[in-house]
T-cell receptor, first 114, second 115 residues
Framework: GENVEQHPSTLSVQEGDSAVIKCTYS??????FPWYKQELGKGPQLIID?????GEKKDQRIAVTLNKTAKHFSLHITETQPEDSAVYFC?????????????FGKGTHLIIQP | ETGVTQTPRHLVMGMTNKKSLKCEQH?????MYWYKQSAKKPLELMFV???????ENNSVPSRFSPECPNSSHLFLHLHTLQPEDSALYLC??????????????FGPGTRLTVT
């Protein structure tokens, strides 16, 4: 089955700096790669996703890049703000995230230092 | 807040108890999921229902029994659990996997403690 590795497990950056979280996946058939943000006491919330026919996607301060050859994808957050502090999860799916669900990474605890 | 609600938010139960977790989605979705979130581990997919039919059972022990009476409601019946089953149980829904819409929306979870 699919295996998703996520690094780093903890990331501390100064407010205003950029943060990058990286994930690798094992199944070359994976075609859907979402990123979720989880705040304390809440369920994960989808913040951005990318499909295998696209190499990069951007939404304001958040961007995701995908390298299918290397089987890795990354989340980039620019101009970080205190409210960006949370746990971020990457995930991958071979069926578009639907019928077989998602395989998640272990998460990255992002800490924004004021 | 998402359109997926879960009750109760917290549950403490003994190993011999029987309890149920409830999930309801108000998004008009057709697929629903149960995930388990334990400390230091990735979210683990447990069950998938698509149009009320179970399409995935990810080798989950029989002490967890799902029920999906309609596309808006999902239950997880619990009996004779073990302390290692203590975790955050998350419900999610998505519109129509077969139609190519993939986004899953999560509820806030039920924090389960087995004593």
């Amino acid at each position: 089955g699919e295996n998703v590795e996520q690094h780093p497990s903890t990331l501390s950056v100064q407010e205003g700096d950029s943060a990058v979280i990286k994930c690798t996946y094992s199944d070359s058939a994976s075609n859907y790669f979402p990123w979720y943000k989880q705040e304390l006491g809440k369920g994960p919330q989808l913040i951005i996703d990318i499909r295998s026919n696209v190499g990069e996607k951007k939404d304001q301060r958040i961007a995701v890049t995908l390298n299918k050859t290397a089987k890795h994808f990354s989340l980039h957050i620019t101009e970080t703000q205190p409210e960006d502090s949370a746990v971020y999860f990457c995930a991958a799916s071979t069926s578009g995230g639907g019928a077989d669900g998602l395989t998640f990474g272990k998460g990255t605890h992002l800490i924004i230092q004021p | 807040e998402t359109g997926v609600t879960q009750t109760p938010r917290h549950l403490v139960m003994g190993m011999t108890n029987k309890k149920s977790l409830k999930c309801e989605q108000h998004l008009g979705h057709n697929a629903m999921y149960w995930y388990k979130q334990s400390a230091k581990k990735p979210l683990e997919l447990m069950f998938v229902y698509n149009f009320k039919e179970q399409t995935e059972n990810n080798s989950v022990p029989s002490r967890f029994s799902p029920e999906c009476p309609n596309s808006s409601h999902l239950f997880l019946h619990l009996h004779t659990l073990q302390p290692e089953d203590s975790a955050l149980y998350l419900c999610a829904s998505s519109q129509d996997p077969s139609g190519g819409t993939y986004e899953q929306y999560f509820g806030p979870g039920t924090r389960l403690t087995v004593t």
